[in-house]
């Protein structure tokens, strides 16, 4: 049966399928929108195993490397040797005996190949010595253990990187003799020749990345884009401490302060309408934290009056549907599980604190017995469906969860006086991975790796964040975290937990006298943003430089430098005013609350 003719869609999305699977996220996405919309739905598509692009070339240099070892065009029947050169033509049952062609003697004569015949010149290429050039050493160095990895089914040599840190030849880098080298079988992904398998038989299909994580293939403009033809500015009653969107419906948003909740409904057909629903003004009682649960059913508005923590339940319309038990302490902190109807509350007072579990589905009329920690805690975030991790005054308390919270382990600071204010975590296939930062002490902590960078910033740390990792890249050892300061700068940090050591990749500069108040990474890990007192700042997280796009507050008004009230997600005093940044679930808008003002920010465009 004759082979389908090769088309342009059979090629574009080979080209696609490499960009994807060598981490060229932006690049793949910026081809997929110039050709076609949807190439997984190419009929194809589903019998295209990885890495086929790299495997189809490997062929053809074969192929090449065939056409070079002969003297000429080849007979009908031909016979290779164990490496697949030619060696010569088998007799024709057609042709004479004295006009049969035989090896060495006449028609397809071996001939050796000259370094000037390669199809990629005669210098020779090494990939380490050009990733040596390209990647300086993570610091501090630590000499780590020989000890083969594989990166794509294939071995990589000791002192090679793996994930994001390779560079994208050697991703895709595949041996055509591996079984005479490492005197193993081949892989059952491989054929003979060493090649990642091509047959035509249905396989399964890797999550593909819509807009993924790229190494830089695309230059940063020269001036960034302005985002204030796509934002809408509204107006609040009092000073805008947090926002946060509905988790499944980007027209919906949360907005809070000190005295006020506010519901906005944003529509193209018309203005958006908010809904002040929870209105304290001159009631002695304060709004203090607010979280969506995982499917959006339910938000709970927790409130303080005279030391105490209430917390109540509202829907989506801002009707009241529960009220949880109160609680003697200041409420600083809701969490929802990611998967679970499990709500972590923080209570805390200047000397100690309880981590207390509400089950949503269970709703008992009084709380499981919660857990005591001897120190305020600031933050706390999930890690997996069972564990939360705490952050307080030198240690972070790692907790197990399933009926209520019980502390499992600690790990204390080096530094006892240490305040670690912000929490983040990560659960991959293999590990917890938990990152904390010291508002003051400028520091960021890895206390499940031991890893400790010291003297982060330059003054105080206002924020951290992990970069969510794509389906592709959860099995490798390297984290990407991003950390705000009041210096004026967002630090890009990569982290090797396996070997313990991290580098700064990207400083990225707000500007003179702009202190970065909140910023966070959107839902796909390909932005960065970060805000300051009236202006919002957006960038490619793989190039860094300069900003892709920003946007300045009309009038630029000065905002009041001195904020009375604490911060109601982390309960710190904070000497710069209070800023909110928060992605929608798709990571298509932003919504910036700034003094008595919010803007929300469309990034479709």
Same mark, same amino acid.
């Given at each position: 049966?004759?082979?389908?003719?090769?088309?342009?869609?059979?090629?574009?999305?080979?080209?696609?399928?490499?960009?994807?699977?060598?981490?060229?996220?932006?690049?793949?996405?910026?081809?997929?929108?110039?050709?076609?919309?949807?190439?997984?739905?190419?009929?194809?598509?589903?019998?295209?195993?990885?890495? !086929?692009?790299? $495997?189809?070339?490997?062929?053809?240099?074969?192929?090449?490397?065939?056409?070079?070892?002969?003297?000429?065009?080849? $007979?009908?029947?031909?016979?290779?040797?164990?490496?697949?050169?030619?060696?010569?033509?088998?007799?024709?049952?057609? $042709?004479?005996?004295?006009?049969?062609?035989?090896?060495?003697?006449?028609?397809?004569?071996?001939?050796?190949?000259?370094?000037?015949?390669?199809?990629?010149?005669?210098?020779?290429?090494?990939?380490?010595?050009?990733?040596?050039?390209?990647?300086?050493?993570?610091?501090?160095?630590?000499?780590?253990?020989?000890?083969?990895?594989?990166?794509?089914?294939?071995?990589?040599?000791?002192?090679?990187?793996?994930?994001?840190?390779?560079?994208?030849?050697?991703?895709?880098?595949?041996?055509?003799?591996?079984?005479?080298?490492?005197?193993?079988?081949?892989?059952?992904?491989?054929?003979?020749?060493?090649?990642?398998?091509?047959?035509?038989?249905?396989?399964?299909?890797?999550?593909?990345?819509?807009?993924?994580?790229?190494?830089?293939?695309?230059?940063?403009?020269?001036?960034?884009?302005?985002?204030?033809?796509?934002?809408?500015?509204?107006?609040?009653?009092?000073?805008?401490?947090?926002?946060?969107?509905?988790?499944?419906?980007?027209?919906?948003?949360?907005?809070?302060?000190?005295?006020?909740?506010?519901?906005?409904?944003?529509?193209?057909?018309?203005?958006?309408?908010?809904?002040?629903?929870?209105?304290?003004?001159?009631?002695? !009682?304060?709004?203090?934290?607010?979280?969506?649960?995982?499917?959006?059913?339910?938000?709970?508005?927790?409130?303080?009056?005279?030391?105490?923590?209430?917390?109540?339940?509202?829907?989506?319309?801002?009707?009241?549907?529960?009220?949880?038990?109160?609680?003697?302490?200041?409420?600083?902190?809701?969490?929802?599980?990611?998967?679970?109807?499990?709500?972590?509350?923080?209570?805390?007072?200047?000397?100690? $604190?309880?981590?207390?579990?509400?089950?949503?589905?269970?709703?008992?009329?009084?709380?499981?017995?919660?857990?005591?920690?001897?120190?305020?805690?600031?933050?706390?975030?999930?890690?997996?469906?069972?564990?939360?991790?705490?952050?307080?005054?030198?240690?972070?308390?790692?907790?197990?969860?399933?009926?209520?919270?019980?502390?499992?382990?600690?790990?204390?600071? !080096?530094?006892?006086?240490?305040?670690?204010?912000?929490?983040?975590?990560?659960?991959?296939?293999?590990?917890?991975?938990?990152?904390?930062?010291?508002?003051?002490?400028?520091?960021?902590?890895?206390?499940?790796?031991?890893?400790?960078?010291?003297?982060?910033?330059?003054?105080?740390?206002? !924020?951290?964040?992990?970069?969510?990792?794509?389906?592709?890249?959860?099995?490798?050892?390297?984290?990407?975290?991003?950390?705000?300061?009041?210096?004026?700068?967002?630090?890009?940090?990569?982290?090797?937990?396996?070997?313990?050591?991290?580098?700064?990749?990207?400083?990225?500069?707000?500007?003179?006298?702009?202190?970065?108040?909140?910023?966070?990474?959107?839902?796909?890990?390909?932005?960065?943003?970060?805000?300051?007192?009236?202006?919002?700042?957006?960038?490619?997280?793989?190039?860094?430089?300069?900003?892709?796009?920003?946007?300045?507050?009309?009038?630029?008004?000065?905002?009041?430098?001195?904020?009375?009230?604490?911060?109601?997600?982390?309960?710190?005093?904070?000497?710069?005013?209070?800023?909110?940044?928060?992605?929608?679930?798709?990571?298509?808008?932003?919504?910036?609350?700034?003094?008595?003002?919010?803007?929300?920010?469309?990034?479709?465009?």
């Amino acid at each position: 049966m004759a082979h389908p003719d090769l088309t342009s869609h059979h090629v574009n999305y080979l080209i696609w399928r490499y960009l994807q699977e060598a981490g060229h996220g932006e690049a793949a996405v910026s081809l997929q929108r110039a050709w076609y919309p949807d190439p997984q739905s190419l009929p194809f598509a589903r019998h295209i195993q990885t890495h !086929a692009l790299v $495997s189809l070339v490997q062929k053809g240099l074969q192929y090449h490397n065939l056409e070079s070892s002969i003297d000429k065009v080849r $007979s009908r029947d031909t016979r290779c040797d164990a490496e697949g050169l030619f060696i010569g033509a088998l007799p024709s049952k057609h $042709s004479s005996t004295e006009n049969d062609l035989t090896p060495g003697l006449q028609e397809g004569n071996v001939i050796t190949s000259k370094p000037s015949d390669y199809f990629f010149g005669p210098e020779p290429f090494d990939v380490t010595d050009l990733q040596k050039r390209d990647e300086p050493e993570l610091e501090p160095p630590v000499a780590p253990e020989p000890r083969d990895r594989v990166t794509n089914g294939h071995p990589v040599e000791t002192g090679q990187k793996t994930g994001k840190d390779v560079n994208s030849e050697e991703i895709m880098e595949v041996d055509d003799e591996t079984e005479s080298k490492t005197g193993s079988p081949i892989p059952d992904h491989l054929d003979g020749d060493g090649d990642v398998s091509m047959g035509a038989e249905e396989v399964p299909q890797e999550p593909i990345l819509t807009t993924g994580p790229s190494v830089g293939v695309q230059i940063s403009p020269a001036k960034a884009a302005d985002l204030a033809p796509d934002t809408a500015l509204l107006q609040t009653d009092d000073h805008v401490l947090s926002t946060a969107w509905h988790p499944q419906d980007s027209n919906l948003l949360v907005a809070a302060g000190d005295t006020f909740c506010s519901l906005w409904k944003l529509s193209k057909a018309s203005d958006p309408v908010q809904n002040r629903f929870l209105d304290l003004k001159g009631s002695g !009682a304060y709004v203090s934290a607010i979280a969506w649960d995982a499917i959006g059913a339910k938000l709970a508005v927790a409130s303080i009056r005279d030391l105490k923590g209430t917390v109540t339940m509202y829907n989506p319309d801002g009707n009241v549907v529960d009220l949880l038990p109160d609680l003697p302490r200041v409420i600083s902190g809701l969490h929802w599980a990611e998967d679970s109807p499990q709500l972590a509350i923080v209570a805390s007072d200047d000397r100690s $604190s309880e981590l207390a579990l509400w089950d949503d589905k269970r709703r008992p009329d009084v709380f499981p017995l919660p857990q005591v920690i001897d120190s305020h805690i600031y933050d706390l975030a999930w890690c997996g469906r069972n564990q939360v991790f705490a952050c307080g005054n030198g240690a972070v308390y790692q907790c197990d969860v399933d009926q209520d919270i019980r502390l499992a382990k600690t790990y204390l600071s !080096a530094n006892a006086e240490a305040g670690w204010t912000f929490i983040r975590c990560l659960q991959t296939e293999t590990q917890s991975v938990a990152v904390t930062a010291s508002h003051e002490k400028f520091a960021i902590w890895i206390p499940t790796h031991d890893i400790l960078i010291e003297n982060a910033h330059q003054d105080f740390i206002t !924020a951290i964040d992990i970069r969510p990792q794509p389906q592709a890249q959860k099995g490798t050892s390297t984290v990407t975290i991003a950390s705000f300061s009041t210096d004026g700068s967002v630090n890009v940090w990569q982290v090797d937990l396996e070997l313990k050591q991290y580098k700064r990749v990207h400083h990225l500069r707000l500007g003179t006298s702009l202190p970065a108040l909140a910023g966070g990474f959107s839902p796909d890990g390909y932005a960065l943003g970060a805000v300051s007192n009236d202006r919002l700042f957006i960038w490619n997280v793989d190039r860094g430089g300069e900003p892709v796009s920003t946007w300045t507050a009309p009038g630029s008004g000065e905002i009041k430098e001195e904020s009375e009230h604490s911060n109601g997600q982390n309960g710190h005093t904070a000497t710069d005013p209070d800023c909110a940044l928060s992605w929608d679930f798709d990571g298509k808008k932003l919504a910036y609350g700034f003094g008595n003002q919010m803007a929300i920010v469309n990034m479709q465009r």
